[in-house]
């Protein structure tokens, strides 16, 4: 079985341009999230997607936004990318029950550079 | 919001020796999960522990949750150097449609 596939593996951008990442869940699997691991730190939740609707969100400025497709799939738009957005993009999936005691599956992660 | 204490930031060990990382919330939890990230790759579930003073065992790994349901332990025996890498405990967000929200890890080094 497949796990979570995350697409680009690195990306290099400069300042001011937009992102976009792209993540496949595991088949089954409803539930999308996002996370940001800036170098050498802890996992940052951004966004949280089930059943193509955003779920909840994390402390991130509006710019960061993404989207579910009916397939499940889901796409992390950053646009206006600034320096401080460098960092290992995670996208996880699971089987959405919505009562936080979902385990997470997670891809291997798209490296973002903001030259 | 939500947030998890995760201590200590970084532990160095000769191999053999034991390791203990310790997650501590405010609040009290439904649920506390413990996942494993090696260096450059990504996290990996280990276990999810639900009831007071629960302790489960996985080989060399026990993973206990305080008889409150704020605090828990992952401790290593005899570590080795496939242990190498940063152990995150993960607890659900306040609020509706609970977010998995991490501790900022800690990083074993196993120095043979």
């Not at chain 1, 005691?101 to 973002?112: A, D, I, N, P, R």
């Not at chain 2, 998890?4 to 020796?17: A, F, K, N, R, S």
Request: aromatic content about 12%; overall charge positive; proline content about 4%.
């Amino acid at each position: 079985e497949a796990g979570v596939t995350q697409s680009p593996t690195h990306l290099i951008k400069t300042r001011g341009q937009q992102a976009t990442l792209r993540c496949s869940p595991i088949s089954g699997h409803t539930s999308v999230y996002w996370y940001q691991q800036a170098l050498g730190l802890g996992l940052q939740f951004l966004l949280w997607y089930d059943e193509g609707e955003e779920r909840n969100r994390g402390n991130f400025p509006p710019r960061f936004s993404g989207r579910q497709f009916p397939n499940y799939s889901s796409e992390l738009n950053v646009n206006a990318l600034e320096l401080e957005d460098s960092a290992l993009y995670l996208c996880a999936s699971s089987l959405a029950t919505g009562h936080g005691g979902e385990k997470l599956f997670f891809g291997s992660g798209t490296q973002l550079s903001v030259l | 919001g939500q947030q998890v204490m995760q201590i200590p930031q970084y532990q160095h060990v000769q191999e053999g020796e034991d390791f203990t990382t310790y997650c501590n919330s405010s609040t009290t939890l439904s649920n506390i999960q413990w996942y494993k990230q090696r260096p450059g790759g990504h996290p990996v579930f280990l276990i999810q522990l639900v009831k007071s003073g629960e302790v489960k065992k996985q080989k060399r790994l026990t993973f206990q949750f305080g008889e409150a349901k704020k605090n828990s332990s992952l401790h290593i025996t005899a570590t080795q150097t496939t242990d190498v890498g940063t152990y995150f405990c993960a607890v659900p967000g306040a609020g509706g449609y609970n977010k998995l929200i991490f501790g900022a890890g800690t990083r074993l080094a196993v120095h043979p």
